[in-house]
């Protein structure tokens, strides 16, 4: 008679909820707006990706971070606003056409680009390296929260959102205010989700446990 089959090892709760973290983290893609398909993206998935940037870790709860969602013809306006700062900002004989080509046509690749802002604190308690990085793990929350949804998404951070211009155009008006790039957000047109690989984490941590 044969050996009964062992019953397989129950997985708590903590191994659970720590396997699902790590597929999700390390499934996360940078995927470009020219891979992106014009399938719309409903409201009830935007405002969860939303709402998770909102519970990024923030020192001393200043949230920093600001956003205005461009859809639908919008994004049209926001196509020329980047083309408009590019010439204004660059050297006439420095004037790149596929470059200013490019800034007008990647937006409407995408159905969904969100400006990515810093609200600065009046009282600067906070050094503004802090509050940036605040607004970059909001930005790590929104990314994996597409990712979750199957959804393709891309940071990008052409010289002329950091403007002055950029900031107040979008209604960020204070002085420490600063436009942080364009999140673009679509679904996948290839089925494929893209692969990526990473260099060994022991080429990157040096561990310490004694005085030195």
């Known amino acids: 008679m044969s050996d009964p089959v ?58 920093p971070w600001r956003f205005v969602v461009f859809t639908d013809e919008a994004r049209g306006s926001l196509a020329s606003k980047l083309q408009a700062l590019y010439r204004d900002t660059t050297p006439a004989a ?17 159905p969904v680009v969100i400006a990515v802002g810093l609200h600065r604190q009046v009282s600067a308690q906070i050094p ?3 509050e940036i990085e605040a607004v970059a793990c909001a930005v790590q929350n929104m990314h994996l929260t597409a990712s979750a949804l199957g959804m393709a998404a891309f940071w990008s951070t052409p010289p002329v959102t950091y403007t002055r211009e950029m900031a107040d155009w979008l209604g960020w008006t204070g002085a420490g205010d600063r436009c942080l790039g364009l999140f673009y957000l679509g679904w996948p047109a290839d089925e494929t989700w893209p692969d990526s690989p990473r260099r060994p984490m022991a080429d990157k941590v040096v561990w310490r446990n004694s005085a030195e």
């Open 94 to 110: 420095e004037v790149r056409e596929d470059k200013l080509a490019k800034l007008g046509e990647t937006p409407l690749l995408a």
């Open 128 to 130: 503004e390296l802090e």
């Open 6 to 63: 062992p019953p397989a090892p129950r997985l708590d709760a903590f191994s659970l909820r720590l396997a699902a973290a790590n597929a999700l983290i390390r499934r996360r893609r940078t995927i470009k707006p020219a891979a992106m398909s014009v399938k719309r993206v409903e409201h009830e998935h935007l405002a969860a990706i939303l709402e998770n940037a909102n519970w990024a870790p923030t020192h001393g709860l200043t949230e």
